[in-house]
C-alpha cells in the first residue's frame, strides 16, 4: 500500500511540473531564470478569430472585440528565444509574429488588428464632463483619395443654411488614426443665428487639407450640406469615441458608413 502510495505522489508531481510548465497567469513563475512571460492585448477589428500563439504554446484565442491575456512558459533549454506568433484561425492567415527572449520578460506586445493589417492601439481620449472628445480614421474605399484632409466639427444653421466651424483635425492622413479633437457639448434646439431663431444640427465635413473645399471636388461624387457628415455622438452629452469610418455613396451623393465605434 505505501509503494502504490509513492507511485502515485510520484505521479501526481510530474504532472503538475507539466502542467505549470506554460501556465496563464502564473504569477509565481514570472522571476524563474528560464521563464518567458508574455502579456499580448489590443483590439481585433476583424471577422476573425486570431490564434495567438508562443512557440506551441496557446495564449489565448482572440475574437472580434477587446482581448487580454498574459501566459508564462518555461523556455527550453536548447532554445534561446520563442517565438510568438498570431494567425487567423479561419483562413491560416499569418497576421504578426515576433520573436522574445527571455531577457524581454515581462514583454507586453499590443496592436489593433482591422482590415487585415496591423497598428498600433489607438489611445481613446480620456472622459471629460461637458467635453466631446473625437479620434477619427477615414478609410476612402470608393474614390481612393489619397491626400491628407482636414476633419471640421461644426453647426449646421438651417437658418439660414450656414455651416459653422468649431474647430478641425488638420492633414489626416487616410487609413490613419487621427489625433483627438475636443469640443464643448451643445444644445441643438433654441438656438438663435442673427437674431433668428433655428434649429441646429452637429456635422462633420471632410475638406481638403488646408482648404475649405470638399475633398470630393472634381470628382463625379457630391456634398449634400445635411446629408453628408462623418459619424459623431450627440451634440448634447459628453462622450469619448474613436470611429472609423469608410466612403459608402448613393448614387452620386456621398455618404459615409461607420465601420468601427470604441
Known amino acids: 500500500m505505501k509503494t502504490i502510495h509513492i507511485f502515485f505522489a510520484v505521479l501526481t508531481g510530474t504532472f503538475l511540473t507539466i502542467l505549470l510548465a506554460c501556465n496563464k497567469k502564473e504569477q509565481d513563475f514570472l522571476y524563474e531564470d528560464n521563464m518567458l512571460a508574455v502579456n499580448v492585448k489590443g483590439y481585433n477589428g476583424s471577422d476573425e478569430t486570431l490564434s495567438v500563439k508562443l512557440d506551441t504554446f496557446q495564449v489565448t484565442a482572440a475574437s472580434p472585440g477587446k482581448f487580454d491575456a498574459t501566459k508564462g512558459c518555461v523556455i527550453p533549454v536548447n532554445k534561446p528565444a520563442l517565438q510568438l506568433s498570431v494567425t487567423e484561425i479561419g483562413t491560416g492567415k499569418t ?106 444640427l452637429f456635422l462633420v465635413y471632410i475638406y481638403k487639407a488646408g482648404t475649405n473645399e470638399f475633398y470630393t471636388a472634381g470628382s463625379e461624387y457630391t456634398w449634400h450640406a445635411t446629408s453628408t457628415t462623418a459619424p459623431k455622438p450627440a451634440a448634447s452629452t459628453a462622450s469619448s469615441k474613436i470611429y472609423i469610418f469608410e466612403e459608402a455613396p448613393v448614387g452620386n451623393s456621398m455618404r459615409f458608413s461607420k465601420k468601427l465605434e470604441l
Open 95 to 200: 497576421v504578426m509574429t515576433k520573436t522574445l527572449k527571455k531577457e524581454d520578460s515581462p514583454a507586453t506586445i499590443e496592436f489593433f488588428y482591422f482590415n487585415g493589417q496591423v497598428s498600433k492601439m489607438p489611445e481613446i481620449p480620456a472622459f471629460e464632463d461637458g467635453k466631446i472628445k473625437i479620434s477619427y480614421m477615414f478609410t476612402p474605399t470608393v474614390t481612393k483619395y489619397a491626400e491628407p484632409v482636414d476633419i471640421v466639427l461644426g453647426k449646421y444653421y438651417f437658418t439660414p443654411k450656414v455651416f459653422e466651424e468649431i474647430t478641425r483635425i488638420k492633414n489626416v492622413k487616410p487609413n490613419e488614426f487621427s489625433p483627438p479633437v475636443s469640443i464643448p457639448t451643445f444644445s441643438t434646439t433654441g438656438q438663435v443665428y442673427n437674431g433668428q431663431p433655428t434649429a441646429v
